[in-house]
């Protein structure tokens, strides 16, 4: 064997090298993981502040672009996101507003359609196939209402528990218009902040992807705005045609629905289905029940795909697990949260993804400050044990830290 011949390695050799590697990544993906538990935990215990945070942030895109029509027009940095703040406000109340009154003037209709379909499944039980007697019926209707009786306890303690709910509500709400305020107001200081504060280096990675995440935040609101708008004002076309009551409030509920993807406007357009059974009658519900599906489809395999895709993209399973996962978690606000929170995560990887490969094609790494590891190749000798790659070789210079002259 000449000096020039690599020497020959054993099975044994390998195997303990393919094993210490795992060992070695192994390891770090626990500790990894351990962080991210920690992380969640501390996220969770915090969980009152950090939800109105990201309610603020994601509101501050909505309301950023005529806050910025504005500041252009000469307004002052206050007062621009006052008043686009407050118009916010006007149009919630005006919305909300809308939907009391259009519940309250056709509560009555609504009670005697709900009587007429209760009388209805009551003459078809006691009709065939079931036949049973109106004593049947009426022993079962006493127990029902002695099992409501025997509940009150703990139908009183709901509602404090929803009331003591309402409070924290209104009291999350005031904090996340206070904070989307401030973000609207103070929002374009803050990358500059960042990266002088952290340095060109990790400053400047972190600049870029909050740079990102905030476009596209920006792009979800919007997007799915218009389709919310969309979804709403055909369906609401076609309860007004239909001649369902609750017309306006079940439009406005779906385009209110429509923000949290796929499962918002399944939850309101049963609730229109419902609405129409109870008062129209079982032939209006499935014409409602049809509108809905094929709104949807339209959402699906148009609107989504063309619009959303670009924008987010995020495959529709991703979309529906993070906005099953968000909804178990955190009930309502984790569904609506689930998905701006799964698209900032896809910016980051996909983020990281570049800056690997533009390591990989020998582009120039990124700068970071201080520098996490140095990748080292150096030719091995024969006989020489081959160097550990990932640990920082004291003899090679750095090339993203500045040399010290003495």
């Known amino acids: 064997m000449t000096t020039s011949d690599a ?10 090298e393919g094993i210490t590697w795992t060992a070695r990544w192994s390891l770090r993906l626990v500790l990894v993981a351990l962080g991210a538990v920690l992380i969640w935990l501390l996220i969770g215990a915090l969980w009152s502040v950090v939800m109105p945070t990201l309610l603020a942030v994601i509101l501050a895109t909505a309301l950023w672009p005529p806050t910025a029509w504005l500041r252009n027009r000469g307004f002052p940095h206050a007062l621009a996101a006052a008043t686009v703040v407050l118009a916010g406000i006007v149009v919630l109340a005006g919305l909300v507003t809308l939907i009391t009154t259009s519940v309250v003037g056709s509560v009555p209709e609504i009670t005697t359609s709900a009587t007429t379909g209760i009388q ?7 009709g065939p196939p079931l036949n049973l007697a109106q004593s049947q019926l009426d022993a079962a209707l006493q127990t029902a ?4 009786q025997q509940s009150v306890s703990a139908i009183t303690a709901s509602v404090l528990t929803g009331v003591g709910s309402v409070a924290s509500g209104v009291v999350t709400a005031l904090l996340t218009l206070v904070l989307a305020f401030l973000f609207v107001k103070d929002g374009p200081r803050f990358l500059p902040w960042l990266k002088s504060f952290a340095g060109d280096g990790a400053g400047g990675h972190m600049a870029e992807v909050l740079r990102r995440i905030w476009n596209t935040l920006g792009d979800f609101i919007r997007v799915q705005a218009l389709v919310a708008l969309v979804d709403g004002v055909l369906i609401g076309f076609g309860l007004v045609v239909l001649g369902v009551p609750l017309a306006l409030p079940l439009a406005v509920l779906t385009f209110l629905g429509g923000f949290v993807p796929i499962v918002g406007a399944l939850v309101a357009g049963t609730l229109s289905v419902l609405v129409a059974l109870v008062s129209n009658g079982f032939t209006t519900a499935l014409i409602v029940l049809a509108l809905i599906i094929l709104v949807q489809q339209l959402e699906g395999n148009v609107l989504q795909p063309i619009l959303q895709g670009r924008s987010l993209r995020l495959h529709a399973a991703v979309v529906l697990l993070a906005v099953t996962a968000g909804s178990t978690l955190y009930g309502i606000a984790g569904a609506f949260l689930s998905v701006p929170v799964v698209a900032a995560a896809s910016v980051v ?13 020998g582009g120039p790494p990124p700068r970071i400050d201080p520098p996490l590891e140095t990748v080292q190749v150096v030719p091995g000798a024969p006989g020489a044990p081959t160097p550990d790659a990932t640990v920082p070789d ?7 830290v500045p040399e010290v002259r003495r």
């Open 349 to 361: 990887v996909r983020y990281l993804g570049e800056r690997i490969d533009s390591r990989a094609a």
């Open 120 to 126: 209805a499944i009551q003459q078809w039980l006691s």
């Open 7 to 16: 020497p020959e390695r054993g099975r044994g050799t390998a195997i303990g």
């Open 145 to 148: 209402t002695a099992q409501l």
């Open 394 to 400: 004291p003899d090679v210079p750095d090339p993203d």
